[in-house]
């Protein structure tokens, strides 16, 4: 299958700071990449949908001053996460969907993000 | 409106048993249905996957079979190993929409 990085995969951070996470598909372009947030032992909630040269679509209740997603280029798209609270340490995943009839979604190993 | 339900959320089999894993969606517009395997601190793996074409998809020790008049469809992991043990997610999609996953379902294959 498609090979999707995350970078970092494990941060910690001072309240009141940003985190950036990047994103990349690595051997196919992506149009479409998604991103996710994860508790334990829970299913993925979507966060927002990001499409290459557009705004990102959010889902309702996350805050999208909060939760800067750019997508740049097609195998590139980053999610900061500005003024990082200890309720936003989470487990952030990002996943980005091959184009064409036969799609398919590849998901990126995740970043642990813990706000102290 | 919970798109997609999953169940058993956990799930306990002997080695060399059979595992199965059952999902049932609502948007009769969806057209591919992909399993997921994530371990613990890891990103889900695509594990399998069908489109509502067909019926059953095998792949290994892993069957995907697929009802569409029920809206359901099952993950079957023949010869279960313990080092299956990890949480399953089915999800629906359709074409450059998100993706809807199932709560998840934890799987121990105990030796």
């Known amino acids: 299958g498609a090979v999707v990085s995350q970078h970092p995969s494990w941060v910690i951070c001072k309240s009141g700071t940003s985190v950036k996470i990047e994103c990349r598909s690595l051997?196919?372009?992506?149009?479409?990449m998604f991103w996710y947030r994860q508790f334990p032992k829970q299913s993925l909630m979507l966060m927002a949908t990001s499409n290459e040269g557009s705004k990102a679509t959010y889902e309702q209740g996350v805050e999208k001053d909060k939760f800067l997603i750019n997508h740049a280029s097609l195998t590139l798209s980053t999610l900061t996460v500005t003024s990082a609270h200890p309720e936003d340490s989470s487990f952030y995943i990002c996943s980005a969907e091959t184009s064409g009839i036969a799609y398919e979604q590849f998901f990126g190993p995740g970043t642990r993000l813990t706000v102290l | 409106q919970q798109q997609v339900k999953q169940s058993p959320q956990s799930l306990i089999v002997q080695k060399g048993g059979i595992s199965i894993i059952n999902c049932a969606y609502e948007n009769t517009a969806f057209d591919y249905f992909p399993w997921y395997q994530q371990f613990p601190g890891k990103g889900p793996a695509l594990l399998i996957a069908?489109?509502?074409?067909?019926s059953e998809k095998k792949e290994g020790r892993f069957t995907i079979s697929f009802n569409k008049s029920a809206k359901q469809f099952s993950l079957h992991i023949m010869d279960s190993q313990p080092g299956d043990s990890a949480t399953y997610f089915c999800?629906?999609?359709?074409?450059?929409?998100?993706?809807?996953f199932g709560t998840g379902t934890s799987l121990t294959v105990i030796p």
């Open positions: 999800a629906a999609s359709m074409a450059g929409n998100q993706f809807y």
């Open positions: 069908i489109r509502p074409d067909v």
């Open positions: 051997d196919f372009q992506a149009t479409t």
